[in-house]
């Protein structure tokens, strides 16, 4: 049952996702009434927080067993004994999932209001706390030590330092304000820190502000997957084409072993800082990053030996991740996308363009793994029928581990190369919230198979490029798959 509104588009939007999700191949599939349960379940399930928190453990410092273990006491301190369980995965086995309890339909809001920005209010929907730039108004007389109540303007239509706010508004859950309202708003410039100290929010997950910082990793769970099947080995040279903010990169390195050789890019000085210090922070030594714009990361000339940084030469990489830049459609919650069609269409002719160059930079018999986190056919699906057709070299190859759904029909792919693909699409689970009760009547491998589907949406294919031309015949890869 749905507790917040469906995310909803601009108009034009709203009516390009309505014939992606009804197109002629997958009406003939399901049938027009099943299509249309799946796309409004879609639409609902956006709206809402994953039902799951997913941390990866830092296998290069430490054992999962024990960081499970200090990450349990950890949440029962913040839950004030509250016994909620963290899972180990069977499949990804350097992963942490806790089960999200809400959505908390008895919670009382206070006269006092704080009204905060949609990207704030997302974060607080996946357990932060309230940080000051991220508070639009509150009300007239909020002091230090207020309870409050938080609510989400989902459509920025508040206006910055308002006493109050009669627009659309979503109740996020109540905290205690850390300062007055003079000086959240204060004349000397915006201020930095702790704003509002969530207490009583309507989706209960732990805050990971500086907790076990060096050992975990707050990460999606399909995040996750990918780097599995990039299956990077010790000694490799490995491209992360669009790196930032180096999630996936720090967890190639680690399933590495720390060895070998990570290039990390990203076209955003500030982002490649922040891979630069989340390798620092996890302690690996073989992530290498720089500033670079990924479509011109292909050499025509000869390098210099010692350069280090791109652009690179053709067949320089033994695998490559294209995590590609996107809609952003699947991610969760987001209950108003604001994204012009201008904008969401302007994407798959740059994720063509990386690609291309992606193809280039790959060694023959390499790994080419492509993902995004958005829903559409045009990023997704469509992407992989223009890239078999282009590259007769490449080749989609299984996932392992495949846990996520096949891909969607639509783009004149066949069955076989569907099942090759994984879509994690969110309607896939029931949106049915969850309690202390029900979660204690559930069975771990419940929980687990739950944890699969109720996650943000996703999409993942793997090509291996061979070795000599397809239409002469292909040569085994040389190496792991």
Wanted: net charge positive.
């Amino acid at each position: 049952m749905s507790f917040f509104p469906k995310i909803c588009f601009q108009y034009e939007v709203e009516e390009y996702l309505t014939t992606v999700f009804r197109n002629i191949e997958l009406i003939t599939a399901l049938g027009t009434k099943e299509a249309e349960n799946k796309y409004q379940s879609l639409l609902s399930h956006l709206s809402h927080p994953p039902g799951f928190t997913t941390v990866r453990v830092n296998t290069h410092l430490a054992s999962v067993k024990h960081v499970k273990k200090l990450l349990f006491e950890e949440i029962q301190k913040q839950f004030k004994g509250l016994c909620i369980p963290v899972l180990e995965h069977p499949k990804l086995q350097d992963i942490l999932l806790i089960p999200v309890i809400g959505p908390r339909r008895d919670l009382k809001t206070h006269e006092s209001e704080v009204i905060v920005g949609a990207q704030c209010g997302n974060a607080v929907l996946r357990g932060a706390h309230v940080y000051v730039p991220g508070i639009v108004s509150t009300s007239r007389f909020v002091k230090a030590g207020d309870l409050v109540s938080v609510y989400s303007d989902i459509e920025g239509k508040c206006k910055r330092g308002a006493k109050e706010f009669d627009g659309v508004k979503v109740f996020l859950g109540n905290g205690i304000s850390e300062l007055s309202r003079s000086e959240i708003f204060s004349s000397n410039g915006p201020l930095k820190g702790l704003g509002i100290r969530m207490i009583e929010p309507v989706y209960l997950s732990p805050s990971f502000d500086n907790v076990l910082p060096s050992h975990l990793f707050l990460q999606n769970l399909p995040s996750v997957v990918v780097s599995h099947i990039l299956n990077p080995q010790p000694g490799e040279k490995i491209l992360d084409m669009c790196a930032a903010p180096g999630g996936k990169t720090t967890h190639i390195a680690t399933l590495m072993h720390d060895q070998g050789e990570v290039i990390a890019m990203d076209k955003i000085a500030n982002k490649v800082k922040k891979i630069k210090q989340n390798a620092e922070l996890l302690q690996l030594n073989c992530i290498k990053a720089f500033c670079y714009d990924g479509t011109r990361a292909l050499s025509v000339e000869k390098r210099e030996d010692k350069q280090e940084g791109p652009p690179f030469l053709p067949e320089s990489f033994d695998r490559i991740l294209l995590d590609a830049p996107c809609s952003g459609m699947g991610q969760r919650p987001n209950m108003a996308y604001s994204s012009t069609l201008k904008e969401v269409t302007s994407y798959p002719p740059l994720q063509r363009k990386l690609f291309t160059v992606a193809v280039k930079l790959l060694k023959p018999g390499g790994i080419l793994v492509y993902s995004t986190c958005t829903i559409t056919l045009s990023e997704n699906e469509e992407q992989v029928a223009w890239a078999l057709k282009t590259f007769p070299c490449l080749q989609l190859h299984p996932q392992k581990p495949h846990i996520g759904g096949e891909g969607m029909k639509g783009a004149g792919l066949s069955l076989e190369q569907l099942k090759l693909l994984q879509r994690f699409d969110p309607s896939a689970a029931t949106l049915r919230g969850m309690d202390i009760n029900s979660l204690q009547d559930s069975r771990e491998d419940e929980l687990i198979s739950l944890a699969n589907k109720d996650c943000i949406g996703f999409f993942i294919a793997k090509f291996i490029k061979s070795t000599i031309n397809k239409d002469l015949g292909v040569q085994p890869e040389k190496i792991p798959q």
